[in-house]
């Protein structure tokens, strides 16, 4: 049992603009963000910055020491269909082209937070927004 209601994600790579911006966003969302070492315990969720193919899988290896079942998602400088499909296969839970909409970055992130109400199934590329579902699914 957590000790604290408030999520953390944990950030892997970026710089202090992309932290910043991941802090606004996050902050919205009630998801505290770390970089580096978590401050404690499992982050409930971790995202990993990459901006060149070579370093995914080494990223991809330390998100998962540092949060085994937690999930991963993969934060890309562009769209990258190769580099998407690689992240997924190699055990990311999704991934985000940055500079696309702010929106779609919310969706991905409440998403993929373990107990969040707006955790919904999740496809391989991206969420379902909650605003498609059937209200009698």
């Keep these: 049992m957590k000790s604290s209601s408030i999520a953390r994600a944990l950030l892997l790579g970026g710089d202090a603009s992309l ?36 370093s995914l899988q080494r990223r991809l290896q330390r998100a998962r020491e540092l949060s085994p079942q937690g999930p991963i998602i ?16 190699l055990g990311a839970r999704d991934c985000f082209a940055l500079g696309g909409p702010l929106g779609e970055l919310r969706r991905v992130l409440l998403a993929h937070v373990p107990g969040h109400p707006s955790s919904v199934f999740i ?15």
Excluded: Y
């Design 74 to 89: 993969v934060l890309l400088p562009f769209a990258d269909e190769r580099l998407m499909g690689l992240a997924l296969r």
């Design 123 to 137: 496809s391989p590329g991206g969420a379902v927004p909650p605003s498609t579902e059937s209200p009698h699914d």
């Design 19 to 54: 932290s910043s911006l991941l802090m606004d966003v996050l902050a919205e969302l009630g998801i505290a963000l770390e970089s580096g070492a978590p401050a404690g315990g499992c982050p409930d969720l971790v995202l990993v910055h990459v901006e060149r193919g070579e």
